[in-house]
């Protein structure tokens, strides 16, 4: 069932796609899907759930942390990694614009994302902190971008290691943690 609304998505956008749709590839009735997910959004979110999981992971992770530094480069080593176990899933996703709200929606999601922000902010932020983590989350999103995504010569190991060495270039991270064992 995800995987068929995953390629719906992909295909319509999740606005443009239906439970009738989701249930017509599968060739089963709409009430089997409502059976499962009786809302679309739930259908988005499980779509995603393994890379929330991962966040929720590195959100953990990070909160155990001793300083600000390795807090936000727990992070920065979480987002890197989800991009690039859920390449397919994460650029079709983040490409649309209806996902955002989605995932806002979900008490769950939305705790996590506030938690993550508050790490890669660290303690009393300034604007230069605010503005370095706002442009990080953006560029974040330039793997999924549609002539990226199917740019098959851009491999995981390349996406992993701009990430990381961004994140620690726009967050300022001391170099000594950015070079930690298991940090790349």
Not at 161 to 184: N, V
Request: charged residues 15%; proline residues 6%; negative net charge.
């Amino acid at each position: 069932m995800l995987e068929a609304a995953l390629e719906l998505f992909a295909e319509h956008g999740v606005a443009g796609t239906s439970l009738q749709m989701i249930a017509g590839r599968l060739g089963i009735t709409k009430a089997a899907i409502y059976h499962h997910f009786p809302v679309k959004d739930q259908i988005v979110v499980e779509v995603l759930s393994e890379g929330l999981a991962q966040l929720d992971d590195a959100v953990a992770a990070s909160s155990a942390a001793a300083t600000p530094d390795e807090r936000a480069w727990l992070i920065v080593m979480g987002l890197a990694d989800i991009m690039v176990d859920h390449r397919q899933r994460y650029s079709i996703m983040m490409n649309d614009p209806t996902v955002g709200p989605i995932l806002a929606a979900d008490p769950h999601t939305a705790a996590t994302f506030v938690q993550m922000e508050s790490a890669l902010l660290g303690p009393d932020p300034t604007a230069g902190r605010r503005l370095a983590v706002a442009y990080f989350l953006a560029a974040c999103n330039a793997p999924a971008q549609p002539a990226l995504r199917e740019e098959a010569s851009i491999g995981a190991d390349v996406i992993h290691s701009s990430i990381l060495s961004l994140g620690a270039h726009l967050l300022g991270i001391d170099p000594r943690i950015a070079r930690q064992p298991g940090a790349e």
